[in-house]
Nanobody
Framework: QVQLAESGGGLVQAGGSLRLACAAS????????MGWYRQIPGKQRDVVAT??????TYYADSVKGRFSISRDDKDTVYLQMNSLKPEDTAVYYC?????????????WGQGTQVTVSS
């Protein structure tokens, strides 16, 4: 089983910064990628940034140049969010694509609220 534990959300003023962290436990699984998604009530969950096991990154156009995804050697993935805007307000979810015995599955964290005030 893969479990993801997020931290770091909160309330910040526009122009400020926050760093989200997602600690993964993955006994018996290999991580293919980890990333962050966000969701506003009534809207679909959208990708924010992803990081593959090979080091490839993807950023949504809306966050390029402001957000940065990284990972340490203990399976914790971070999302550094700078120059935050009110439109970044959402629940942010950590995602992991993990593989075991040739089968890949998606895993999700419980979500952390980010609120950016104007």
């Amino acid at each position: 089983q893969v479990q993801l534990a997020e931290s770091g959300g909160g309330l910040v003023q526009a122009g400020g910064s926050l760093r989200l962290a997602c600690a993964a436990s993955r006994s018996g699984f290999s991580m293919k990628s980890m990333g962050w998604y966000r969701q506003i009530p009534g809207k679909q969950r959208d990708v924010v940034a992803t990081l593959s096991s090979g080091g490839d990154t993807y950023y949504a156009d809306s966050v390029k140049g402001r957000f940065s995804i990284s990972r340490d050697d203990k399976d914790t993935v971070y999302l550094q969010m700078n120059s935050l805007k009110p439109e970044d307000t959402a629940v942010y979810y950590c995602n992991a694509v993990a593989q075991r015995a040739g089968a890949r599955s998606d895993y999700w964290g419980q979500g952390t609220q980010v609120t950016v005030s104007s």
